[in-house]
């Protein structure tokens, strides 16, 4: 048994630009592979290539060179099957208003092949808490609801790779918490997840792995852990007495800054000095220390460090 949900191998697009007879490399020989029951991010700033790679996974843009593999299908040689391998959830929320969750799930199954004794759509609308909605217009759902509906459509053929785009943006706090216990769910279930997202504290928290795509080429690649400890740099804040706002604070290699009477942070490169060294200069110019608490670099700085140009 193959143990990737997916395999990319020297993947390239190239739109040509007939008018001004250039060539735009979307995709550059992007290398990487999905392993079986995983949550792996794709993460990249606008322009990347990650909505280019997803429409090709989804069959609506073509790809110039290379193989991409589907859970033990080739995408060209076995497109059918690599379309009952994916369920994609878009972007934008798209519903019919005026159709049940029920009525919708029916349709989409019905799209998909799938025979009436073989339909779960009584279990996919409990998997996301809308059992009691399944009779109600779609119209009448929440922001939320609706969301969960999108993740609902994209498995009702049962597919073992649920490919998520941005399933979280223009969504609150609370109803994304609730949106990721439900992917969750979902992936102890046995299904792979991939999932692009701008809010990188998400991917951080939920994927086992990561990978950046920058201008069409990957950048990054390694588990979520791994990219974290790539941080150099290390963050400490001090609540402080009266500071002077106008106080010159320097030691080679430490960034101070005053953010207001009562707070000064401090940055440095980890292991280039002794944090004591830093609380001494402190005392040594009369700034008296109430507080101390320190900041390790996230996720996001990991994505401007690889990113920046």
Same mark, same amino acid.
């Given at each position: 048994?193959?143990?990737?949900?997916?395999?990319?191998?020297?993947?390239?697009?190239?739109?040509?630009?007939?008018?001004?007879?250039?060539?735009?490399?979307?995709?550059?020989?992007?290398?990487?592979?999905?392993?079986?029951?995983?949550?792996?991010?794709?993460?990249?700033? &606008?322009? #990347? @290539?990650? +909505?280019?790679? $997803?429409?090709?996974?989804?069959?609506?843009?073509?790809?110039?060179?290379? *193989?991409?593999?589907?859970?033990?299908?080739?995408?060209?040689?076995?497109?059918?099957?690599?379309?009952?391998?994916?369920?994609?959830?878009?972007?934008?929320?798209?519903?019919?208003?005026?159709?049940?969750?029920?009525?919708?799930?029916?349709?989409?199954?019905?799209?998909?092949?799938?025979?009436?004794?073989?339909?779960?759509t009584d279990l996919?609308?409990?998997?996301?808490?809308?059992?009691?909605?399944?009779?109600?217009?779609?119209?009448?759902?929440?922001?939320?609801?609706?969301?969960?509906?999108?993740?609902?459509?994209?498995?009702?053929?049962?597919?073992?790779?649920?490919?998520?785009?941005?399933?979280t943006a223009g969504?609150?706090?609370?109803?994304?918490?609730?949106?990721?216990?439900?992917?969750?769910?979902? &992936?102890? #279930? @046995?299904? +792979?997840?991939? $999932?692009?997202?701008?809010?990188?504290?998400?991917?951080?928290?939920?994927? *086992?792995?990561?990978?950046?795509?920058?201008?069409?080429?990957?950048?990054?690649?390694?588990?979520?852990?791994?990219?974290?400890?790539?941080?150099?740099?290390?963050?400490?804040?001090?609540?402080?007495?009266?500071?002077?706002?106008?106080?010159?604070l320097s030691i080679?290699?430490?960034?101070?800054?005053?953010?207001?009477?009562?707070?000064?942070?401090?940055?440095?490169?980890?292991?280039?000095?002794?944090?004591?060294?830093?609380?001494?200069?402190?005392?040594?110019?009369?700034?008296?220390?109430?507080?101390?608490?320190?900041?390790?670099?996230?996720?996001?700085?990991?994505?401007?460090?690889?990113?920046?140009?």
């Amino acid at each position: 048994m193959n143990k990737f949900a997916l395999t990319v191998e020297n993947l390239t697009k190239i739109f040509s630009d007939t008018k001004n007879k250039k060539e735009n490399r979307a995709l550059n020989k992007l290398n990487f592979q999905v392993k079986q029951g995983e949550i792996f991010g794709l993460l990249g700033p &606008n322009g #990347a @290539g990650k +909505t280019t790679f $997803l429409n090709i996974l989804g069959g609506t843009v073509s790809k110039t060179k290379g *193989n991409i593999n589907v859970w033990g299908f080739d995408i060209d040689k076995n497109p059918r099957q690599v379309k009952a391998s994916i369920g994609i959830v878009p972007q934008e929320v798209n519903l019919d208003a005026f159709f049940s969750p029920r009525k919708l799930l029916e349709l989409q199954a019905g799209l998909y092949g799938v025979v009436k004794k073989d339909r779960i759509t009584d279990l996919i609308l409990k998997m996301v808490a809308l059992e009691n909605k399944a009779n109600a217009y779609s119209r009448s759902l929440s922001g939320g609801m609706k969301r969960r509906l999108l993740i609902a459509k994209a498995m009702v053929h049962q597919p073992p790779i649920l490919i998520l785009d941005e399933p979280t943006a223009g969504v609150d706090v609370e109803l994304r918490k609730n949106l990721w216990n439900n992917v969750k769910e979902l &992936n102890k #279930a @046995g299904v +792979t997840i991939i $999932l692009t997202t701008h809010y990188l504290l998400e991917a951080q928290e939920m994927c *086992n792995r990561i990978a950046i795509i920058d201008k069409g080429n990957l950048v990054a690649l390694d588990t979520t852990r791994n990219l974290l400890e790539r941080i150099k740099t290390k963050k400490i804040n001090f609540k402080v007495k009266n500071v002077d706002l106008k106080k010159n604070l320097s030691i080679k290699d430490i960034i101070f800054k005053i953010n207001s009477k009562n707070s000064i942070s401090a940055t440095y490169e980890k292991n280039s000095l002794d944090f004591g060294e830093i609380v001494n200069y402190l005392n040594q110019n009369d700034i008296k220390i109430e507080d101390i608490s320190t900041e390790d670099g996230d996720l996001e700085d990991v994505f401007v460090q690889l990113t920046k140009h």
